[in-house]
């Protein structure tokens, strides 16, 4: 085999194995799938009235502020109007781990959220700093 047969099959393989490098090494089928209900969930009943980036701005504002029952619907509109944006679910799970929840149904739904939205902004992170942003559960 020549050389740069050699070279062309290397090449071939890395480019191959791409994918393979691209997934994250913190993967679970059933995180995932709590995830992919919610965000089906959210885009039944919430609608995409702003952009994200406005939502994202006042749902982080709203948080800072101490309220984070007026951030949760903000960051509901960030994911509906753009779903691969991780602050957007970092938000989302931030949100809703802040809420004191009034009621044992109210704190099952709100933790549940908050583990679904912080795996879904790990997994759609777009770089490592953004995997290093961790919500605060």
Not at 41 to 49: P, T
Not at 54 to 81: E, H, Y
Not at 91 to 101: K, V
């Amino acid at each position: 085999m020549t050389l740069l047969a050699r070279l062309a099959l290397a090449l071939g393989l890395v480019v191959a194995a791409a994918p393979a490098f691209a997934q994250k090494a913190y993967v679970r089928s059933d995180l995932a799938a709590q995830g992919q209900q919610l965000e089906e969930r959210l885009k039944r009943e919430v609608s995409a009235g702003q952009p994200a980036t406005t939502a994202l701005r006042d749902g982080l504002a709203a948080l800072g502020r101490g309220d984070a029952r007026a951030a949760l619907p903000r960051a509901n509109a960030a994911v509906v109007a753009e779903p691969n944006n991780a602050a957007a679910w970092r938000l989302m799970a931030n949100a809703a781990n802040a809420i004191e929840p009034r009621d044992y149904r109210e704190r099952y739904e709100l933790r549940e959220r908050a583990v679904s939205a912080a795996y879904l902004a790990y997994q759609r992170s777009a770089n490592r700093a953004d995997e290093a942003a961790r919500p605060h559960l």
